[in-house]
């Protein structure tokens, strides 16, 4: 028998197929302004769909279609897809467009806390940003050493920056000198693109210590045994060894 399905009221319509009466051909009702024919295989389906928790809406095109709700628990603070898995749902679910929660998604991965709002709906929290996210954020920016005691620019903090350091005033206190030998040498600053050029010993082996001290205070305030942040500019006078 024809189904008709009618968006406006998202309900169905059995009609009597074509039949013969009296041998005269009595066609079947045809569809009603706002309704589609749905085949037996589809309402199948949409039956089928309902049963498991699935929701019956209209689509574009005026077909049944089914849509599975999206929840949020304010108790656990996690969502809850019917679609992937027949949920034991907590008691106070909320339920969610599926496009508030790819806003709430995007913002989260920029950095930002899902957490319930007075309603018990998810909204998205500014990021907390602890002194351990602050010290590596100092770490990531590098150290900016200026005066007349060192060339002047922003050096490199990171992994690969401090060992290279820390290599070459290995060697400059083995006696071996700058790297290739000559009497200057060329070091790249935190962009990767800039360089500035060393010309004495006691300068770099200045600018070396400073990096490493910079990056000490760092890590002491990541680990949680202090919590006073280093500045992350550091003044070095001719003559002398230490920052200031």
């Known amino acids: 028998m024809p189904v008709y399905f009618k968006a406006a009221t998202c309900a169905f319509r059995t009609v009597a197929p074509a039949r013969m009466v009296d041998d005269v051909l009595i066609p079947a009702d045809p569809p009603a302004p706002g309704e589609v024919e749905v085949t037996a295989e589809r309402l199948a389906e949409i039956e089928a769909s309902i049963g ?3 929701r019956l809406q209209s689509g574009d095109d005026g077909q049944p279609v089914i849509v599975w709700p999206l929840y949020f628990a304010p108790s656990t603070g996690g969502f ?3 679609a992937f898995a027949a949920y034991v749902l907590p008691a106070d679910v ?3 467009t599926r496009e508030r929660h790819a806003e709430l998604l995007a913002m989260q991965a920029a950095g930002h806390r899902i957490v319930p709002d007075s309603d018990g709906m998810p909204s998205a929290a500014s990021p907390v940003i602890t002194l351990a996210d602050q010290a590596r954020a100092l770490v990531r920016g590098g150290l900016t050493v200026s005066g007349d005691g060192a060339p002047n620019g922003c050096y490199g903090c990171d992994d690969i920056s401090r060992r290279a350091m820390a290599d070459i005033a290995t060697g400059i206190a083995a006696g071996f000198g700058f790297p290739g030998g ?5 070091l ?3 962009d990767r ?3 500035v050029t060393f010309d004495s010993e006691s300068n770099f082996l200045a600018v070396a210590a400073a990096v490493r ?3 000490y205070a760092c890590t002491q305030v990541i680990a949680g045994r202090s919590d006073v942040l280093p500045d992350a500019t550091v003044t070095i006078r001719a003559g002398h060894r230490d920052a200031s």
Not at 182 to 186: C, E, I, K, L, V
């Open 213 to 215: 001290n910079f990056i």
């Open 80 to 82: 809850y897809d019917t």
């Open 94 to 96: 909320r339920e969610v």
């Open 188 to 190: 790249t600053l935190a």
């Open 52 to 54: 498991t928790g699935g």
């Open 182 to 186: 000559g009497p200057t040498f060329d």
């Open 193 to 195: 693109v800039s360089f």
